[in-house]
């Protein structure tokens, strides 16, 4: 009986998973230009992993910090070769490209200079994350001036962030400062630690979480995302994960909140 219901849950879990497409805006699948992806062939893996994930979008997303960051041009080379692979592969996976900018004081006319950003309507969206010596009236005035500038700050793994760890009602003040807050899915199974889990839990359970993303760095972090994601679903629901995973994500890409998986060009 008991291999009967694990072979059920199983079934039911990959229909859930086909039911809901996603859309990853924050992983590391660029060749060879940061810690993500170490080549091509990985890269190939971890868009194929994230394909049995139900993702039909990934924004593609490389490290960027004050004086060490790959080359802008060489971001483009890279993100060149990841579009090549999933054309030759046939992947029906549509794909965009952004940076993940570690906020330092000049970020603001970085952005300014080359619209660093996240979707090509407008491009205001900009991911951001804070080095460990950051405290939270710090990071609240970073996302408001960012705001005030016309971007839109979009605070990633927030969980992983000492001042949050601490505070992490600070989420949401970075949230009413303009900032969308966006945790790793892969933070609710575990994948940073005890701290970290119950710190995005906290968040999520605030209402302080707009979107969720992978931050994969390899294939195998999107097994952890869709158990992440199927946690998320099981404790606050369907429409709380279709809100976190598609709707939050398609606002931010200019796609209409009710847009259909179709509406995304594979290759794109
Ligand atoms: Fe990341």
Redesign the pocket.
């Known amino acids: 009986m008991a291999l009967f219901d694990f072979w059920r849950r199983k079934k039911e879990e990959k229909k859930e998973e086909q039911i809901f497409p996603k859309i990853d805006l ?1 992983a ?1 699948i660029l060749p060879d230009v940061d810690d993500g992806s170490r080549d091509e062939a990985m890269t190939l893996e971890m868009m194929e992993a994230a394909l049995r994930a139900s993702v039909v979008h990934i924004n593609a ?1 490389a ?1 960027h910090r004050n004086n060490l960051s790959p080359e802008i041009a060489e971001i483009s080379r890279a993100f060149s070769k990841t579009r090549e692979l999933r054309d030759k592969n046939l992947l029906p996976l549509s794909l965009s490209c952004s940076l ?1 900018t570690e906020f330092y004081p000049e970020v603001e006319s970085l952005f300014k200079e080359c619209r660093v950003s996240l979707t090509g309507k407008g491009g205001k969206y900009a991911l951001i ?1 804070f080095t460990s010596d950051v405290n939270q009236q710090a990071a609240v005035a970073a996302v408001f001036q960012l705001s005030l500038s016309g971007f839109r700050p979009v605070v ?1 793994h927030p969980e992983r962030f000492y001042f949050v760890q601490r505070h992490p009602e600070a989420a949401g003040e970075m949230q009413s400062r303009g900032a969308l807050i966006m945790p790793n899915a892969t933070s609710f199974v575990g994948h940073y630690g005890q701290i970290a889990k119950e710190t995005a839990e906290s968040i999520l359970k605030n209402g302080a979480a707009d979107a969720l993303s992978s ?1 994969a760095h390899r294939p195998d972090y999107y097994e952890q995302y869709a158990e992440g994601c199927r946690w998320v679903a099981k404790k606050y629901g369907e429409n709380t994960l279709v809100e976190l995973t598609w709707k939050t994500p398609c606002r931010i890409l200019g796609y209409e909140p009710e847009a259909e998986r179709d509406d995304f060009d594979p290759f794109l």
């Open positions: 924050h590391h997303t490290h993940e994350e990633v931050d």
